[in-house]
């Protein structure tokens, strides 16, 4: 026994484990590993600590009792708790991270074996630790979003007894029901897991060809890449084929094909064949797969329940839209974060909408934005009605006169002042802000520079959500106020007096960051990644041990997409 436990221990050091913290002070996991092979013994030596508590909670659970084995074979949960891991490709899951090869090797053993007795417990500690590791991922997602991301503070899925559902999935036979009582419940996901299915069946088929570079093609145009353009639509898109006897012709199909492609890109949707469209045509199918399975991870990160009324950002595609009842009743565009003032990603409850707001200038703002331009001229606060009092006073203290003030020797360091816009055409949040009281400052609001919402890429914020369209916002917000409808909001704010209006119902707001999905229409969409945070995340999935040491993955520069086995 001593050397059994002995020799545990330097298969978990070997396996870069600290056997303290993978290895519960549990008198349970001690008796397993006691009745389970060396080979076993080391594959549950890469298990989290939570996974091995799982494990030691099943069968305390029952009474150390078999779960998944009888003596012939496999029980009937235990085929359908394989054919569960079987299936864990749908949802962007690789099925030997649980244990597939083994399960299959072991039962291959016992169909060869001479004498049917009942099969070693290994089989039945190698299926629950699959399982109850499979269950984990699909409940919280395969790595912690807070070690990779500091910036994402969703809120996390709501805590699971992962044990005590393996348990009942074992005793009910309703392993499937388990697992798909896990996935997350919004439509979104599994549009996206239908996106996954048909871009490997694209992956199988070959991918799509590439489109050569050269000058741009515009609508009318004949070019010898048109019929390369058409073949690689048409992989996505379905058939295509051209409309005039010359296939060189970039007709009106074509342009409208394009001129979509543009659009679930997140291109200028102008139907001009440029490099911006080229490249992202030439982007290949394990990159979109990959893609998907990133954002099929984030899902898993989210709580299930979003609020019957919520307001939903998505960062990465610059957009913002209110949702009653699983619909979309307004779209918008957004200006976001600039990718030095990232955009966080979290989730909060709208409280108030003020109505002609004055700005209280955050520090950073102040000494980073406004300063130097200050310096130069202070009349640059006095035409944009902008205040100056003590940082170090009441706030309600005396107004300080700007030029007054020896504003070359101030700096980040030394600025006892603070800033004040008052409410009017120059605020720099416009005539509307939604606040939703949070930690990190950051709210939507109108804003004056309306030319940005007409840019493709629009990150310019110091973090806040400036919105195209703030009216219809907080009109759908206080619909179900009918004191505040359309015309009295007008003419509050016509009026330039500060409203507050308190925003009764629990309507959500979440700022999120999706670099692929599928819309309401089933178009499956894909962003640029804007801050950086896709390679970071792929990378942790990889170190999570995802198969990077195979040598038929696909290699794509540091990263690796693998074929999905199914």
Known sequence: MGALLLGCIVLLVMAGVDPVLADPDSDMLRRIRARISAETNALLAGASREELEDVAAFYTLRNERRAWTHAGGWTDAGRDAIACITSASRDGLEPERYHLARLLALEMSFRNAASRSEPPFDWDVV?????????????????HPDRIDDQWFAPKPVDRDI??????????????????????????????????????????????????????????????????????LSVTDGPMSASSKNPDMYDTALVNAVKRFQKRHGIADDGVLGPKTIQAMNVPVETRIQQILLNLE??????????????????????????????AVL???????????????????????????????????????????????????????????????????????PYTIDWSKLHADYFPYRLKQDPGDRNALGRIKFLLPNKYAIFLHDSP?????????????????????????????????????????LSTIQSGITTAIPVREPIMVHLLYWTAWVDEQGVVNFREDIYDRDRPLWIALQDAGTGTSDPKSISMGELVVKPDPS
């Open 127 to 143: 299926l629950t630790h699959g399982l109850t590791r499979l269950l984990r991922h699909l409940a919280y997602g395969r790595v």
């Open 163 to 232: 044990a005590s559902l393996a348990a009942g999935a074992a005793d009910s036979g309703r392993v499937r029901e388990v697992i798909d009582a896990l996935l997350p419940t919004h439509p979104g996901y599994a549009r996206l897991r239908e996106a996954l299915v048909s871009y490997r069946n694209i992956q199988r088929s070959g991918g799509w060809p590439i489109v050569p570079s050269g000058e741009a093609i515009r609508p009318g145009e004949s070019d010898a890449r048109i019929p390369t353009v058409r073949r690689r």
């Open 298 to 327: 984030r899902w898993r990160w989210l709580g299930q329940d979003w609020g019957m009324r919520h307001i939903a950002v998505n960062i990465a595609d610059y957009s913002l839209e209110a949702v009653e009842s699983g619909k």
């Open 331 to 401: 779209n918008m565009r957004v200006v976001v974060g600039q990718t030095y003032r990232r955009t966080p990603v979290f989730s909060e409850r709208l409280r108030y909408i003020v109505l002609n707001p004055y700005w209280n200038v955050p520090k950073k703002i102040a000494v980073e934005d406004k300063l130097p331009l200050i310096k130069k001229d202070p009349g640059y606060l006095i035409r944009n009605r902008i205040h100056v009092f003590s940082a170090r006073g009441d706030e309600n203290g005396p107004e300080i006169n």
């Open 449 to 489: 520079q309306r030319q940005l919402f007409q840019r493709t890429v629009r990150g310019y914020s110091s973090g806040c959500i400036r919105l195209e369209k703030p009216v219809d916002l907080a009109v759908e917000v206080l619909k179900n106020a009918p004191e505040w409808h359309r015309e009295r909001i």
